[in-house]
Nanobody, 122 residues
Framework: QVQLVESGGGLVQAGGSLRLSCAAS????????MGWFRQTSGKEREFVAA????????FYADSVKGRFTIFRDNTKNTVYLQMNSAEPEDTAVYYC???????????????WGQGTQVTVSS
């Protein structure tokens, strides 16, 4: 099992920045990819960004490319999502997830955090 705990959500004005953190514990040696997803009421969970745990390759949704950055600190077993130039459309509950394989599809992720609310005011 892998446990994931997100933090850093909150309220930010449009154009502002916010950093989300996801601390992983447990059988982290089994993790291949770490990802961030987001979800708003009535919509499916949406891929935001992912990073290969060891190689460090990153992947982004087109909607956040150039504004968000995913990075990791392996010494702390923590993945971050730096959100810059935030837009009201970024408002959602953000989830951290861990997968045992190379995937950006929500169904491919084995472990999920509890989610953290991000609200971007216009």
């Amino acid at each position: 099992q892998v446990q994931l705990v997100e933090s850093g959500g909150g309220l930010v004005q449009a154009g502002g920045s916010l950093r989300l953190s996801c601390a992983a514990s447990g059988r982290t040696f089994s993790v291949y990819t770490m990802g961030w997803f987001r979800q708003t009421s009535g919509k499916e969970r949406e891929f935001v960004a992912a990073i290969r745990w060891r190689g460090g390759s990153t992947f982004y949704a087109d909607s956040v490319k150039g504004r968000f950055t995913i990075f990791r600190d392996n010494t702390k077993n923590t993945v971050y999502l730096q959100m810059n130039s935030a837009e009201p459309e970024d408002t959602a509950v953000y989830y951290c997830a861990a997968a045992k394989g190379p995937t950006t599809e929500a169904l491919g992720y084995d472990y999920w955090g509890q989610g953290t609310q991000v609200t971007v005011s216009s």
